[in-house]
């Protein structure tokens, strides 16, 4: 049986094709996608997120050419099985990171200070 995501697409946030490898990216590191896990195939993917079925084509083959998904003629398009899920999951915590201290920077607040909002925010019930 197929899994059924939720595709949140915003147009305005860059290309689509990118924004869809993303998300499959988040959801491995969520561990809502496995290793071997099959994707919805480019039709349906592109029903569901209401895109151009090519634009699912090229997020897939992006996927495909860093490593993260295969092809598997006449099955579909899975997660590789040897695919590092660790490496992912910190690629996204260094991206919300910088993120995090872009606004800290961009709000005047030094490093520590940023480290100790985090800090607190992390010990908070």
Do not use: C
């Not at 949140?8 to 071997?36: F, T």
């Not at 910190?90 to 709000?107: I, N, Q």
């Amino acid at each position: 049986m197929e899994v059924r995501y939720l595709w949140h697409i915003e147009p305005e946030k860059g290309p689509i094709y990118a924004q869809i490898a993303a998300e499959v990216k988040r959801m491995l590191a969520r561990g809502e996608l496995a290793p071997g896990g099959k994707l919805p195939s480019a039709r349906t993917l592109a029903e569901e997120a209401r895109v151009n079925p090519n634009t699912v084509v090229h997020a897939y083959a992006e996927l495909e050419r860093e490593g993260i998904t295969e092809t598997r003629r006449g099955l579909g398009t899975f997660v590789r099985e040897d695919v590092d899920v660790e490496a992912i999951r910190r690629s996204e915590l260094e991206a919300a990171a910088r993120a995090y201290l872009r606004t800290a920077r961009a709000l005047g607040v030094d490093l520590d200070a940023a480290r100790e909002v985090l800090k607190e925010v992390a010990d908070a019930p």
